[in-house]
Nanobody
């Protein structure tokens, strides 16, 4: 059973920073993709950033240049560094994973991801 657990959410003002972490149990995949999603009030779930098994990353246009997704050296933690936060970044952030070398394109959404964490709330006030 794969387990994912997010932490690091909180409340900040516009322009602030937060770092989210996703601790996960050992995967049985030989290769895997990991991603951060967020669920925004009034909208569906949207992909924020992905990192594939080679370490290649992809970001939503709305967060490019502000967010950085990183795999831990030990391979057991996924991190999302968020800088210059805006009110529109408010949402429930969840990490997810799927087997395979590559990640789905961001526009393809969340259906291919197999395991999810419970999420951590990020609130950005103006």
């Amino acid at each position: 059973q794969v387990r994912l657990a997010e932490s690091g959410g909180g409340s900040v003002q516009t322009g602030g920073s937060l770092t989210l972490s996703c601790a996960h149990s050992r995967f049985t995949y030989s290769a895997y993709c990991m991603a951060w999603f967020r669920r925004v009030p009034g909208k569906g779930r949207e992909a924020v950033a992905t990192i594939d098994d080679t370490g290649a990353t992809n970001y939503a246009d709305s967060v490019k240049g502000r967010f950085t997704i990183v795999k831990g050296n030990a391979g057991s933690t996924l991190t999302l560094h968020m800088n210059d936060l805006k009110p529109e970044d408010t949402g429930m952030y969840s990490c997810a994973t799927k087997g395979g070398m590559w990640c789905p394109q961001l526009f393809m959404g969340s259906s291919e991801y197999e395991y999810w964490g419970q999420g951590t709330q990020v609130t950005v006030s103006s």
